[in-house]
Each structure stands twice: as C-alpha cells, then as structure tokens.
C-alpha cells in the first residue's frame, strides 16, 4: 500500500491518490524558498537542470521574518532579510529557474520517479527531488509576541544580537540553544536574562556550566512569560514565578529559543529522519536514504542553521543531483 507523509491530516491529496495522473514531470524539483533553496535553484539552473522551484507556505523563508540581515558575507552595509530573499530569487530567475508558488502538501518515493502532491491536487513526478523546506521555529504563543515579532522579539540570536548591544535582554528556553544563545548575547549585552520553566536547565552539561560561568547572564528557574510590554518597541516582559508572583524585568530584547519544527513531516514514509524530525543525510553530503532525493538547509541541519551555512548545502545538494543525474 502507498503511504503518504502529509503536512498534517487535512492534507492529503484529493480523491484517490492511486489513480490521479501525474500532470507534469520535472527533471529538478526544489522545495523551499530560503537561501538553502535558492542557492540550490542557481547552481542546478547554471547546470542545466531546469529547476523548478515551489515556494511554500512562507516565501523566502524564515529570513523573511528578520529585519537586518549583517552577517551574510557579501553585503558589507548589511541588507534585509525580505530584500535578501528578492536577490536570491532574481539569481536563480536568471539562470531559467521557474519559481512558483505552492506548498507541496504529499509525496509518494516509493518508485523511481519522485512523485510530490503540490496544493493537494497536483501531482509532479520528478527525477530529482532537493528538499529544502527549513524549520519553523516555536514561539510562545503570546499575543504580545506576535505583536512584536521584528521590533524586540526574535527567534535568532546571532541574527538580531547585535542591535541590543550594552542593553538588557531576555533568552526564553532551557535547551542547548537557549544556553548558547544566552552565552553568545552576553558577550553582546549588559545583561541577559535566561527564562527557564523548570528548576533546572535541560541543556547539555558542558552548555550548562558555560551558562553558570557567565556572570552577566541571570537564570530566572521556575518563571513563565506572561507578557511582553512597550510602546513601539519591547520596554519589558512580565513573568509569572512558581509563588504565582509576577515579576518585571525591564528589557529591549526578547529572545525565543524553545526549539524548532523542522518541516519535514510530509517526507516522513519515506525518508529517515531522526528522533526530533530533522532528515538525516549521509554526512559529507545531502544524500538522503532514498536515491534522487536531497535534503539541505535547515530540515537537516540543527546545530548551524545560519543563511550561509543552509546556503552552503543548497550548493552541495545541486552538486549532489547533477552528479545522481548524470
Ligand atoms: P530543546 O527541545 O532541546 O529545548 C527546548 C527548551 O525550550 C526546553 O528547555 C523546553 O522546556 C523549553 N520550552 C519549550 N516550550 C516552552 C514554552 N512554551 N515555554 C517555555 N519554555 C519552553 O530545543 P533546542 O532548540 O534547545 O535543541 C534542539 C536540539 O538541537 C537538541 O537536541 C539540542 O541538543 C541540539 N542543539 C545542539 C547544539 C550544540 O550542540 N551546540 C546547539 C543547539 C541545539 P522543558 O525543558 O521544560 O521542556
């Protein structure tokens, strides 16, 4: 029986999947839109492979949710994240990649053909498939989050840092990304403040220690966000302690770091994953288990996930699909 991943269980392909005819064949199938699909899309393009290229729920991925992007060598004045993606888009157009919208919604590897659902109902088959559909990264789930998403809350710290330089701010998360974002803000900030659920960090122990170490990072245990206040920009947040007090602390950053989604669950059938849903590829390179099928970027990647890096794989994994296609 075929099994199809699915984003979630509404997305299954219309009717019966088992006689809906593929309408399209595409030699290179590119999924996703952020630096590691792009750069995919340009080189696979420049090879002649005629990319085409969905987009996704979030075109131009996760970047499109950061304001100034300074750490992407090549812009010495910096550039936005929106602006960034543009670029990328308009190299890969150049070179005859076919960028559209969709969200590929299932997939079926089971023969040598790939086969991908896109919005459902249209059936692709293709002879290579590079996925590069990134993470998601979590947030709280607070309205004042949301609010201020780009102005004081950031899910990056090595993207944002850098513009509260000498201020205080907070890390939400008691995970190895939260203790390395911590860290890496206090050689930034004056202060930081590590927010952490339980009475003790999760984080690896070597991670851990780094944290303790670090004298101007202060562990809040036991304290969960219930707001976060300002004007047009974050002035504060607002936690509430394991008395039920609340408790303020005046910051201009706020620093999300309780984990990411990668997005791979419409691959899961198919293509191994590891226990927290991130693809694995045979190191060294993007293979994944299933021939003709690449995997770059963020989906397979949860110790980097800088641009450049997902950038970097979006160039090996067009390497990788030209050498497979022969
Ligand atoms: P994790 O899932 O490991 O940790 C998430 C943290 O966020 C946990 O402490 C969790 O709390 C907390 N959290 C989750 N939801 C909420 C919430 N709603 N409110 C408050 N806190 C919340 O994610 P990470 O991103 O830290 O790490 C993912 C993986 O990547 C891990 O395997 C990690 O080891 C690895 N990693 C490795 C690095 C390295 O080796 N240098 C660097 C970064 C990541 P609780 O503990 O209570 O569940």
Known sequence: MIQFGTLNTESQPAGNPLTQKVKEHIH??????????????IYAARANLKPVLYQGLQAGGQLTTTTEVENFPGYP?????????????????????????????????????HKVWIDEDFLIEADAVIIATGATAKYLG?????????????????????FYRGQDVAVVGGGDTAAEEATYLAGLCRKVYLIVRKPYLRASKAMQDRVTRTANIEVLYEHVTKEIVGGQTVEGVILTNSKGEEVRKDITGFFVAIGHEPNSDIFAPYVDRDETGYIITV????????????ACGDVQDKHYRQAVTAAGSGCMAALDTERFLG
């Open 28 to 41: 290179v199938l590119i999924l996703g839109s952020g630096p590691a699909g792009y750069t995919a899309a």
């Open 77 to 113: 004045d910096g550039v936005t994240g929106p602006e960034m993606m543009v670029d990328l888009q308009k190299q890969a157009e150049r070179f005859g990649t076919e960028v559209r919208w969709g969200l590929a919604t299932a997939t079926d590897f089971t023969g040598p053909k």
């Open 142 to 162: 607070l309205e004042s989050e949301e609010k201020f998403k780009g102005s004081g809350v950031s899910a990056c710290a090595t993207c944002d840092g850098f």
């Open 283 to 294: 190191p060294g390179t993007t293979k994944t288990n299933v021939p003709g099928v690449f």
